[in-house]
T-cell receptor, first 114, second 113 residues
């Protein structure tokens, strides 16, 4: 019940295209859903996050779509750039003092070809 | 701010040896987390502290692992004795609990031969 399932494992997109990564969770106690971006040799860094009181959040080229009834959320990267090539992790936590107790998806390796 | 600082960045040791990983969180952050990353298990939480007090250590794999936070600016993760299956990248992260964001260090890559 603690799992967060992420797909696809890898994704190749042409420059200017749309990258879409999907995640699904089971634990209905989860109420905080961040996406982290990780470059080789670096730690993960927060990209964007959403709470279940909204269905969509946009920050620049990055958008999270959230479907509470389906227990799914996704990351859309518009106008993908070679600099976006990295590993992306979705995650979830139950908030409060457990906010940082994140359950991570397995990650998606994104490659954006110029 | 310099961010979360971890040391060493790389550690190669032999099975049975003691390993100590160190972390300096961002000043003012009252939460500190230790995560481990492997190809097989991905990113998993080992333990976290709030105001220097361990809150949840349910992710610590076994008694060979221990973590301390003697003050607000320093934490250690110790493995004694180390085993080859402990080989992984260990991340320290800190946060305030206000925004929900975790700030990760660059990690300590441990190889146990």
């Amino acid at each position: 019940q603690q799992q967060v399932k992420q797909s696809p494992q890898s994704l190749i997109v042409q420059k200017g295209g749309i990258s879409i990564i999907n995640c699904a969770y089971e634990n209905t106690a989860f109420d905080y859903f961040p996406w982290y971006q990780q470059f080789p040799g670096k730690g993960p860094a927060l990209l964007i996050a959403i709470r279940p009181d909204v269905s969509e959040k946009k920050e620049g080229r990055f958008t999270i779509s959230f479907n509470k009834s389906a227990k799914q959320f996704s990351l859309h990267i518009m106008d993908s750039q070679p600099g976006d090539s990295a590993t992306y992790f979705c995650a979830a936590s139950s908030g409060g003092t457990s906010y940082g107790k994140l359950t991570f998806g397995q990650g998606t390796i994104l490659t954006v070809h110029p | 701010d310099a961010g979360v600082i971890q040391s060493p960045r790389h550690e190669v040791t032999e099975m049975g040896q003691e390993v100590t990983l160190r972390c300096k969180p961002i000043s003012g952050h009252d939460y500190l987390f230790w995560y481990r990353q492997t190809m097989m298990r991905g990113l998993e939480l080992l333990i976290y502290f709030n105001n220097n007090v361990p809150i949840d250590d349910s992710g610590m794999p076994e008694d060979r692992f221990s973590a301390k936070m003697p003050n607000a600016s320093f934490s250690t993760l110790k493995i004694q004795p180390s085993e080859p299956r402990d080989s992984a990248v260990y991340f320290c992260a800190s946060g305030t609990g206000v925004t929900g964001e975790l700030f990760f260090g660059e990690g300590s890559r441990l190889t146990v031969l």
